[in-house]
């Protein structure tokens, strides 16, 4: 099916808020006409438009809301919306099962960083710097994670249920749009994950981890914490009170919401 912006057509799309990041310039806010080219699923034309599913949380039909394997009938005014939008008083149809709490996450290897800083909040974040978007669309797939990606083309893939595009390139500014999209602030448990493998951190007596510590370490420093799964060694250093302050602040401003001034 091959689109473009007319006046008049059998088929037409508009796409509302977020989901024009992926559209056109040209196509923005507008309504997009197709013709109707035998039996398609509307999910075909809204991501041969550029929008990847896991992005659409909501699509009329005219006035009655319909899946992705709805086939489209001639005149047909369609409608897509994201996460959070849509016309009040419309009875919704569920495009996927709900999102397993807690969530959790398979990063792309464009997101190394991010993957740290939500390890450092507590959140179960699998990331891996030579991970095919083949076994990435696998994980998300298997263990229900959510994808984040900057790959509109991996959060196409069919198996993939829940998954994000991430839009920001600033690694603090990711994170925080990660936070809100999810209402994950008042979940966040700091210093809970080893921010370098993902596994979780247990109390260790210090006489158990002596011959690993530095002197000045072992003369000032008496609480520490040990991964379940590669051991590295945590405790709360010179550089701590910066890594709290840049926590409460993600925090502070991941709960403000986004449509403040």
């Not at 977020?18 to 699923?41: H, K, M, S, W, Y």
């Not at 919306?81 to 290897?109: C, K, N, S």
Request: proline share 7%.
């Amino acid at each position: 099916m091959r689109c473009r912006t007319m006046n008049t057509q059998q088929v037409s799309f508009r796409f509302y808020g977020e989901l024009n990041d992926f559209l056109p310039a040209r196509q923005r806010g507008q309504e997009i006409a197709c013709p109707l080219d035998g039996t398609v699923a509307v999910k075909h034309p809204i991501e041969s438009l550029g929008v990847p599913h896991p992005e659409v949380d909501l699509i009329l039909a005219g006035e009655r809301a319909v899946d992705f394997s709805y086939w489209l009938q001639e005149g047909d005014r369609v409608r897509v919306y994201p996460r959070g939008e849509g016309p009040p008083g419309v009875q919704r149809i569920a495009l996927r099962p709900p999102l397993p709490a807690p969530v959790r996450f398979v990063l792309d290897t464009h997101l190394g960083q991010l993957a740290v800083y939500l390890r450092m909040l507590g959140f179960d974040a699998v990331y891996s710097n030579d991970a095919t978007d083949a076994v990435l669309a696998g994980i998300s797939s298997a263990e229900r994670r959510v994808l984040l990606t900057r790959d509109r083309g991996l959060l196409k893939r069919k198996i993939v249920e829940y998954g994000y595009c991430v839009r920001q390139t600033e690694p603090r500014a990711q994170l925080v749009c990660v936070l809100r999209r999810y209402d994950l602030a008042a979940a966040a448990q700091p210093w809970r994950r080893c921010v370098h493998c993902n596994g979780l951190l247990h109390p260790v007596d210090k006489a158990a981890i002596l011959d690993r510590l530095e002197p000045k370490t072992k003369r000032y420093y008496d609480e520490f914490q040990q991964c379940e799964a590669c051991g590295q060694v945590y405790w709360q250093g010179s550089h701590f009170e910066r890594m709290q302050a840049f926590v409460d602040g993600v925090l502070a401003e991941a709960r403000i919401s986004t449509t403040s001034p």
